[in-house]
């Protein structure tokens, strides 16, 4: 007579799943089912990973990485934008709401401030 297999988990199964899973909510990670939004790198880690890259970077390099993380900066705020836009926009031909289309407008009057303005003027 052969023997039945058991689907429960014995509690050392358990228990290695339970800490598996704090670990990686340590690390920051989400554990989550959908695909789209499966990590998110906790904000701490990246920063000690941007002082681990520019530890060994000259002064003149360093204007240069500012100049880059410049033009990221104002590129992911133009797609941000722009994709909101693009939301209202549907919103407004689905529904034919006039509301929606105000607020196109002062999407679009905002990007264009944006596109204007230098990010580092303020400060």
């Known amino acids: 007579m052969a023997r039945k297999k058991s689907n429960k988990l014995t509690e050392h199964h358990k228990n290695n799943i339970n800490n598996n899973n704090s670990k990686k909510k340590i690390l920051g990670y989400k554990i989550q089912k959908d695909e789209k939004n499966k990590f998110d790198i906790p904000e701490d880690i990246f920063k ?42 549907k919103a407004s031909d689905f529904r034919g709401s006039e509301v929606l289309k105000e607020k196109d407008i002062k999407l679009i009057d905002e990007i264009l401030k944006i596109n204007k303005k230098d990010i580092f003027e303020s400060i």
Do not use: C, P, R, W
Request: aromatic letters at 4%.
């Open 48 to 89: 000690q990973n941007v002082k681990e890259t520019l530890q060994n970077v000259t002064k003149g390099q360093i204007k240069e990485i500012e100049d880059l993380a410049v033009d990221i900066l104002h590129s992911a705020t133009k797609k941000y934008m722009i994709k909101k836009l693009e939301i209202f926009k």
